[in-house]
């Protein structure tokens, strides 16, 4: 039994045979996940887990060289926009922002290899994490 870290086998699962420039999304609970793609559902009600719960625990575990996010964050979710940026910062993370889209965001999951649905309920919090190389 794993100590610490992220417990959920799927998630680690999926962390573990992730290669350079792979992708894995984290959404919403309304987010549609292609049926292509696995889906790792954590919801347990409205709310829960949070879309940065999840994020932050994730972020922990995976090394990251860039974020994609729907352009209309900007202006229907401000305030997770500045906590996923503030995550990224704290952690000394420099990874490149793409902007695109939330059709072309959504597009994008049919390629992940799996897309973690959360009990998050505020627009458009969803990310795309592109894993980078360990060396």
Known sequence: MK?????NADISRVLSYMGHTDTLAVGDCGLPIPEQTERIDLSLKLGV?????????IAKEMKIEKIVLAEEIRENNSQVLEE????????DTECAVEYVSHEELKARTKTCKA???TGETTPYA??????????
């Open 115 to 117: 897309v973690i649905r």
């Open 84 to 91: 996923i940026l503030a995550l990224f910062h704290e952690m």
């Open 126 to 135: 969803n990310i795309i994490l592109q894993s980078a190389c360990l060396f």
């Open 3 to 7: 100590r610490n870290g992220i417990l």
């Open 49 to 57: 887990p949070s879309f940065m719960d999840v994020l932050r625990e």
